[in-house]
Nanobody, 123 residues
Framework: QVQLVESGGGSVQAGDSLRLSCAAS????????MGWFRQAPGKERDFVAA????????VLVDSVKGRFTITRDNAKNTVYLQMNSLKPEDTAVYYC????????????????WGQGTQVTVSS
């Protein structure tokens, strides 16, 4: 079992930065693939980024490449999403998720979810 709690969301202007954090409980955090997803009003929950248990392998959706970075600190049971050069289209509820799969980039592959944190970017 893994419990996830996101933090760091807020309301910012276009071009600003935010860092989202996801604190996980459970002694096996280091073995999970961790991901970030986002859901805008009236839209489906979309994949944003994932990081393998070792932190060596990461992937980002094309729309955030060059602006967002995903990292993890297994000693702190925490995964981060650094978001720079934010755009209004980044506005969404951001969810942290954990997967027992070796690699996972779809919502169905993740079995554990946080409650979400709102990110609002105004122009």
């Amino acid at each position: 079992q893994v419990q996830l709690v996101e933090s760091g969301g807020g309301s910012v202007q276009a071009g600003d930065s935010l860092r989202l954090s996801c604190a996980a409980s459970g002694r096996t955090f280091g073995s999970y693939t961790m991901g970030w997803f986002r859901q805008a009003p009236g839209k489906e929950r979309d994949f944003v980024a994932a990081i393998r248990w070792s932190g060596v392998r990461t992937v980002l959706v094309d729309s955030v490449k060059g602006r967002f970075t995903i990292t993890r600190d297994n000693a702190k049971n925490t995964v981060y999403l650094q978001m720079n050069s934010l755009k209004p289209e980044d506005t969404a509820v951001y969810y942290c998720a954990a997967s027992q799969n070796t690699w996972a980039v779809t919502t169905k592959a993740y079995g554990y979810w946080g409650q979400g944190t709102q990110v609002t970017v105004s122009s």
